[in-house]
């Protein structure tokens, strides 16, 4: 799991915080990667960064399709 492995990288050096992240926790709770022993939930929020990027885009360039005043 490809993922896991990137946002453990990530979290790795939040120990302090109290996290740790379990790799089936994900699967039993969608969205929270942290185990039931950590300070804090730790939660996985799916973007679609290209989309948001490219709507923006859009409407800077005035191609969404809104007039401005």
């Keep these: 799991m490809l993922f896991l492995e990137m946002l453990d990288g990530i979290c790795d050096g939040l120990g302090f915080l109290g996290i740790t992240l379990a790799e089936a926790s994900n699967e039993q709770t969608p969205g929270v990667i942290s185990t039931d022993s950590s300070r804090v939930p730790v939660r996985v929020i799916r973007t679609d960064e290209k989309r948001k990027t490219a709507m923006t885009a859009c409407r800077i360039l005035g191609l ?6």
């Design 64 to 69: 969404d399709g809104k007039k401005e005043n």
